[in-house]
């Protein structure tokens, strides 16, 4: 489903986020990309929805290579990938159906479609109550369900995290873990960047450790590191 | 396609009636930059006008000598009616000239009781399409047979014609300079909006919006505002004609102060076309910034 082959990514101004990196993510797998702050996880993100281009090597979504992808077909590799941040990057001034529909309104699809899926997707992540609530009024935990909602109400095939539970106290970060590992259990490949000992451990997934941008470990049913 | 449209539609509706401030601000801006501009394009057609009728009195007098002969004031007309410059010729004989001197003079007739009827010499004028040619066109015909002297303003004239040369050139600076006035401060408004907006732009790219799909509500939002901004640009300025302008006509009666309401309407029509161009191009040229992610 995702696969880099040599990837670096050098920034402007010398700094080396990635050094040849080379993994291979199956359908329907659940990984934690891990590392320090800094080690390269949200450039790895990036890179895999062309917001960032790889300085060397190739990197293959759904079996494409995204790097001859034209520029006019990035949105629609983008439909085809959830995300889901830190910081919920929700509308403020939107309720919590608006933002979920918009996501779909923005890439054209019909009224009926809209209509039909997002009570059926805020339903899934549990928020059939706050349907009408704008985002200040709601918990950070009910702000990362809208998020990943919103992620979701498209059904991409992949779902990247970056650290989705940066924000989140331990107990609202296991009941999120809960929901990603069911959105994966229904068939999403899901990648999760974190830093949280915690929710790494608790899964027993699979483990890619980054350290100062190189791939230093590779773990099917990893913990977040030794220390 | 029509689900699009409603969407757009709706955004539209709900982004101005959202953004209410950032909307008042951004017509009043479009408001102000196009009457800037439409009062310079009015004042100028005010100018223009009273300029043209200075120039349009501007004639050639060219007397004739009593013992002028047929054939050479024949020839005086055949001359001037051929010069590429000159737009037309009149004769004023003898009498007509008299008779526009009695007419001159109709209150004091002391004046007219003296003269001799035979007194004024007969004369071509000549209407120029150029009043600039009127030096080159007189010292042609200064000396010919039958020609007892050449009149045209000289130094008064040149003086008119230069002042009004100068407003001319003065007016199309003007116009020039509110024109880049209205476009920079508009392309401001419109940047201030969608810097305003960034986080609703960046969800639209992450989701896997289209660039034009997300173009497409900053544009409309920018036509209906500049509408709005000409609309009361026009406003104002018509009741600056009738409370202003109007007036002062009625007061100073020989100066062209008019303005038609016709020519306010074609100018509401310009500002709206230029409003609407530059919100075009102006959102167009500041979104750029933000879908290149
Ligand atoms: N846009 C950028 N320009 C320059 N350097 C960057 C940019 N983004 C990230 N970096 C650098 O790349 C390295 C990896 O950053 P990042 O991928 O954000 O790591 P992580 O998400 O694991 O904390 C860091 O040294 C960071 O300073
Ligand atoms: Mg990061």
Redesign the pocket.
């Known amino acids: 489903m995702i696969r880099l082959e040599n990837v670096s990514?050098v920034?402007?101004?010398s700094?080396?986020?990635?050094r040849d990196i080379s993994t291979d993510i199956q359908k329907e797998e659940f990984v934690f990309l891990v590392?320090?702050?800094?080690?390269?996880?949200?450039?790895?993100?990036?890179m895999l929805l062309k917001e960032?281009e790889p300085s060397e090597g190739t990197i293959y979504v759904a079996g494409k290579d995204i790097g001859q992808l034209p520029r006019w077909r990035v949105p629609y590799l983008r439909r085809n990938i959830g995300c889901v941040f830190q910081d919920f990057k929700l509308l403020a001034n939107k309720s919590v159906r608006e933002n979920v529909a918009f996501a779909l309104e923005v890439i054209g699809r019909p009224k009926h479609i809209i209509n039909q899926r997002v009570p059926a997707i805020i339903e899934l992540v549990g928020l059939t109550e706050k349907l009408n609530s704008l985002p200040h009024e709601l918990s950070g935990g009910e702000q990362q369900r809208v998020c990943i909602a919103r992620a979701m109400v498209n059904r991409p095939p992949i779902l990247l995290a970056?650290?989705p539970t940066g924000n989140l106290d331990p107990s609202t970060s296991a009941d999120i873990m809960n929901l990603l590992e069911r959105l994966n259990e229904s068939g999403t490949t899901v990648l999760i960047?974190t830093?949280d000992h915690a929710v790494v451990d608790r899964s027993r997934k699979r483990v890619i450790e980054?350290d100062g941008?190189k791939l230093v470990r590779d773990q099917v049913r990893g913990v977040y590191g030794i220390g | 396609m029509a689900l699009r449209v409603n969407y757009f539609v709706d955004e539209t509706v709900s982004n101005l009636r959202r953004n209410v401030l950032l909307t008042l601000a951004a017509v009043s801006t479009v408001s102000i930059s196009l009457l800037l501009l439409g009062v310079v394009m009015v004042g100028g057609e005010v100018l223009t006008k009273m300029v043209s009728s200075w120039e349009g009195k501007v004639e050639l007098n060219v007397f004739l000598r009593d013992e002028a002969t047929p054939e050479e004031v024949a020839a005086i007309k055949t001359q001037t009616t051929g010069m590429p410059e000159v737009e037309e010729v009149f004769f004023e004989s003898k009498e007509q000239a008299f008779e526009e001197y009695k007419r001159m003079f109709k209150d004091s007739p002391a004046i007219t009781e003296n003269v001799d009827p035979n007194a004024l010499p007969a004369s071509y004028r000549i209407k120029l399409k150029d009043p600039n040619q009127a030096e080159p066109v007189a010292s042609r015909l200064q000396g010919q047979p039958g020609v007892d002297e050449v009149q045209f303003g000289g130094e008064a004239m040149k003086r008119l014609l230069k002042f009004t040369g100068v407003v001319r050139t003065i007016l199309v600076i003007a116009i020039v300079l509110t024109l880049g006035a209205a476009v920079l401060l508009i392309a401001n408004t419109i940047r201030l909006g969608i810097y305003a907006r960034r986080k609703e732009i960046g969800i639209m790219k992450l989701v896997g919006a289209t660039n034009w799909f997300i173009r497409v509500p900053f544009i409309f939002e920018g036509t209906v505002q500049a509408a709005l901004g000409a609309l009361v640009a026009s406003a104002l300025i018509y009741a600056g004609k009738v409370f202003g302008l109007d007036r002062m006509q009625d007061a100073i009666l020989f100066l062209p102060l008019t303005v038609s309401s016709g020519s306010i309407i074609r100018m509401f029509f310009t500002l709206l076309l230029i409003g609407i161009v530059i919100g075009v191009f102006g959102s167009t040229l500041a979104l750029r910034r933000f879908l290149e992610v």
């Open positions: 990514k920034y402007k101004g700094v080396v986020a990635l590392g320090s702050s800094g080690s390269g996880k949200s450039t790895f993100i990036k960032e970056d650290e960047a830093h980054l941008g």
